[in-house]
Each structure stands twice: as C-alpha cells, then as structure tokens.
C-alpha cells in the first residue's frame, strides 16, 4: 500500500524559515506526480507547489502567493519530496499535507481533488 509521511512543521517567526519533507513507502518515486496542499480550518485545501512531470522536463508550479518564497524539490535516491519555506508570513500558517498521483500530473496539476494519496498532514504556524 502508498503511504505517504509528512515531517518537518512547526512554529516559527514572521520572516524565518521551515523546511517540510514528505516520504514515500511502497511505490517507487520515480514516475508519480507529487506536490504540496494546505489548509486552514473551515476554509477549502489549496495548491502550493507541484512538480509537473507531463512535460519533456518537470517543472515545477507554484502558487502566486507562495511563488520566490517557497521552493519544491525531489531526491530520487530517497524517495523524498521537500518544500523549503522562506519568508514566512502568518498568512502561510495551516496544515501542509503532501499529495502523490500516480502518472501524468492533472491537466492542471494545482488542482488536488485529482491525487489520490495523502499524508497525514504536519502543522506550520507563523507568528508575527
């Protein structure tokens, strides 16, 4: 079975920075559509950073709130996801869960009603 794991979260100040991980068990990493999702209590899931694989190279995609902030990476090797976080803002404080389709990324990768596995989430709280 795919079980995805999330790392990483935390509490830091307005401007610091966090850096999230997200493992893979069961599957191999190589050839599955990955990204990060947040969100906030009472608020719906939103899209912050997706490797888009469909094209000749992947490309990675990211929210215009996030975009020069955050930055999403893989390692093969350890079949990781990662999400460095700079700059916080308050705004950015909800629940970040790593996010995983098998295949081609959906015709529009931010979109997360498409991914089928989940992690369980990690908290990331920015205070000001």
């Known amino acids: 079975q795919v079980q995805l794991v999330e790392s990483g979260g935390g509490s830091v100040q307005a401007g610091g920075s966090l850096r999230l991980s997200c493992g893979g068990y069961?599957?191999?990493?190589?050839?599955?559509?990955m990204g990060w999702f947040r969100q906030v209590p009472g608020k719906e899931r939103e899209a912050v950073a997706v490797?888009?694989?469909?094209?000749?190279?992947?490309?990675?995609l990211y929210a215009d709130s996030v975009r020069g902030r955050f930055t999403i990476s893989q390692d093969n090797t350890k079949q990781s996801l990662y999400l460095q976080m700079n700059s916080a803002k308050p705004e950015d404080s909800a629940m970040y869960y790593c996010?995983?389709?098998?295949?081609?990324?959906?015709?529009?990768?931010?979109?997360?009603?498409?991914?089928?596995?989940w992690g369980q989430g990690t908290q990331v709280t920015v205070s000001s």
């Open positions: 996010a995983a389709r098998y295949g081609y990324c959906p015709r529009d990768p931010l979109r997360g009603d498409e991914y089928r596995y």
């Open positions: 490797l888009d694989i469909n094209g000749p190279e992947t490309e990675a």
């Open positions: 069961g599957y191999a990493f190589v050839g599955w559509c």
